[in-house]
């Protein structure tokens, strides 16, 4: 792993923009994800195409993951943050952003169907990701399978509590999603990782310094040729 160390959250977005601006012409497929982290990086791109130092015309996009029973027209769902965030913003045309859906009727299905999807779009050539302060990946969860793919998840009691801040209150917050699996997200042909804040730190340890054990499911990733971490000081505290 390739560990880009930064002072503070500002910091961290434009060393993590520097890393995809550098890599974006050879980009087709952009695996993204949502939650406060990475916004600050989408920001850099989205003032970089304003300013046409950067052009995403070429890109299809795919979310790590979804809510489950939230439709894209919910404001709380993650095509929605993702549509305010980043597509509308960029411009991005329906057709060439994909999540999973999280109305599908059959959940199970429809990741099978998004896997699929990202078979036919050649594959993601670079995945951005979060951590959560449990050290889960898009939503797999402690516990869940080193080399899963796109399925359904039961939510941890703590992503619940970390993500009701998106929310009226934590009952709103649905407790089942569709989420790329911890296989699916390491044929990725790289991986650029997004960690900020002491509540990270103790998942960032284990990410980079722990064994590999679904117990920390972003330790996986030390198993991926190509990983670059943009920490900052705070998430990368608690480092030998
Ligand atoms: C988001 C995702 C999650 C988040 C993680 C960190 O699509 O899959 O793994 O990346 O929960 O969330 P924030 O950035 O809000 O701390």
């Known amino acids: 792993m390739h560990i880009i160390e930064a002072a503070d959250y500002e910091d961290m977005s434009l060393k ?20 406060g ?23 299809h996009t795919v979310n790590l993951d979804e809510y489950i029973g939230l439709s894209t027209c919910d404001p ?10 980043l597509f509308g913003p960029l411009g991005l045309p329906e057709d060439k952003v994909h999540l999973p859906h999280g109305d599908a009727e059959n959940p199970q299905a429809e990741g099978k169907r998004y896997e699929d999807l990202i078979q036919s779009l050649g594959g993601v050539d670079l995945q951005v990701l979060g951590i959560g302060k449990n050290g889960h990946i898009g939503f797999n969860e402690p516990g869940s399978e080193m080399d899963g793919r796109t399925s359904v998840v039961q939510l941890a009691s703590s992503t619940v509590e970390a993500n009701a801040r998106f929310f009226e209150n934590e009952e709103e917050v649905p407790k089942t ?20 804040g002491k509540n990270k730190a103790h ?38």
């Not at 709380?76 to 965030?85: A, C, G, Q, V």
């Not at 699996?181 to 900020?196: D, K, M, Q, Y």
């Not at 064994?211 to 920490?231: G, I, N, R």
């Open 177 to 196: 999603a569709i989420t790329m699996g911890i296989g699916t997200i390491l044929e990725a042909g790289e991986i650029l990782l997004l960690a900020s």
């Open 76 to 85: 709380n769902s993650y095509y929605m943050f993702m549509k305010e965030k």
């Open 16 to 35: 993590a923009w520097e890393v995809l601006q550098h890599k974006l012409p050879r980009i087709q497929v952009l695996g993204l994800a949502t939650g």
């Open 203 to 240: 998942a960032v340890k284990c990410m980079i310094e722990g064994e590999v054990t679904s117990y920390c499911p972003a330790s996986a990733l030390q198993k991926h040729p190509k990983v670059t971490v943009v920490a900052d000081r705070e998430a990368l505290s608690e480092m030998n």
């Open 37 to 59: 982290t990475p916004v600050g990086m989408y920001d850099h791109l989205i003032k970089a195409v304003q300013n046409k130092q950067a052009d995403v015309s070429h890109l």
